[in-house]
């Protein structure tokens, strides 16, 4: 698999729901993971042809772990690609685990860590960030909020921010996980494991264990819910064209 597949994905999420436009400063949040990198890769790849001129920077936010994080690798990526890499330094991890001593840190984490995103995208003139949730988070985040929270709904393709006027883009939601972790693997992605406590031991990665025994009994459950999310046009989905 070379980067063709990646990119038609994300062409294609991208055009459905008008996620760039022209002039777009782009800030593609990066956290060392193979999502990330990916939708990189994707970016960097697609503003090359696409017909719509746009800018786009990597930005990782520092969480302040114990002896440090290397972002060598990334680097080096990025500058394959022609992409500059900003590091925004954090004292995330200090306040989560040893101020707050937070037994669920997971949501607050993910808060705090979107928000020093978008700030830095702010500060730094870009008017968009985009994730690299993938069609998987799609239908993870779908079942956890049935199962835990009670309600239908996941998280949307495209999401402007009242507070800090960033719109938050999903360029990958139509990428299932294993193609992503398919090209990190082919590509040798410098993907470096999270240094979190929290890691691996999550509700997320139980959804991720349940989802898995079930495409066991049913192969393509993952595509039916995902067709239901956009049938049902839930959280601003919707059914693609042909």
């Known amino acids: 698999m070379d980067i063709k597949l990646i990119l038609s994905y994300t062409r294609r999420?991208?055009?459905?729901?008008?996620?760039?436009?022209?002039?777009?400063k782009v800030a593609v949040g990066i956290s060392g993971g193979k999502d990330s990198?990916?939708?990189l890769c994707a970016l960097a790849h697609l503003?090359?042809?696409?017909?719509?001129?746009f800018e786009i920077v990597a930005i990782s936010i520092d969480m302040g772990f114990e002896g440090g994080t290397d972002y060598t690798g990334v680097k080096?990526?990025?500058?394959?690609?022609?992409?500059?890499?900003?590091?925004?330094?954090?004292?995330?991890?200090?306040?989560?685990?040893?101020?707050?001593?937070?037994?669920?840190?997971?949501?607050l984490c993910s808060r705090m860590r979107r928000g020093a995103l978008n700030d830095a995208a702010d500060e730094l003139g870009f008017n968009k960030v985009a994730l690299g949730?993938?069609?998987?988070?799609?239908?993870?985040?779908?079942?956890?909020?049935?199962?835990?929270?009670?309600?239908?709904?996941?998280?949307s393709p495209v999401t402007y921010l009242d507070r800090s006027?960033?719109?938050?883009?999903?360029?990958?939601?139509y990428v299932p996980e294993k193609d992503i972790r398919y090209f990190a693997s082919?590509?040798?992605?410098?993907?470096?494991?999270?240094?979190?406590?929290?890691?691996?031991?999550?509700?997320?990665?139980?959804?991720k264990k349940r989802i898995a025994d079930l495409q066991r009994e049913i192969p393509d459950i993952k595509n039916k819910i995902f067709g239901a999310i956009?049938?049902?046009?839930?959280?601003?989905?919707?059914?693609l064209k042909k």
């Open 230 to 239: 956009q049938r049902a046009e839930i959280s601003g989905f919707h059914p």
């Open 76 to 107: 080096a990526l990025c500058d394959e690609l022609g992409v500059e890499l900003k590091v925004v330094k954090t004292q995330i991890y200090e306040i989560i685990f040893k101020v707050r001593k937070e037994e669920s840190p997971c949501s």
């Open 47 to 53: 503003k090359k042809f696409y017909p719509k001129s």
């Open 13 to 24: 999420a991208v055009d459905s729901y008008n996620m760039i436009e022209e002039g777009d």
């Open 186 to 207: 082919k590509h040798d992605l410098p993907v470096f494991k999270s240094p979190c406590p929290a890691d691996g031991n999550t509700e997320r990665e139980n959804m």
């Open 133 to 155: 949730h993938h069609m998987d988070d799609v239908i993870e985040t779908y079942m956890l909020n049935l199962f835990y929270a009670g309600k239908i709904g996941t998280f």
């Open 37 to 39: 990198l990916t939708l």
């Open 165 to 173: 006027g960033i719109t938050c883009i999903r360029p990958l939601i």
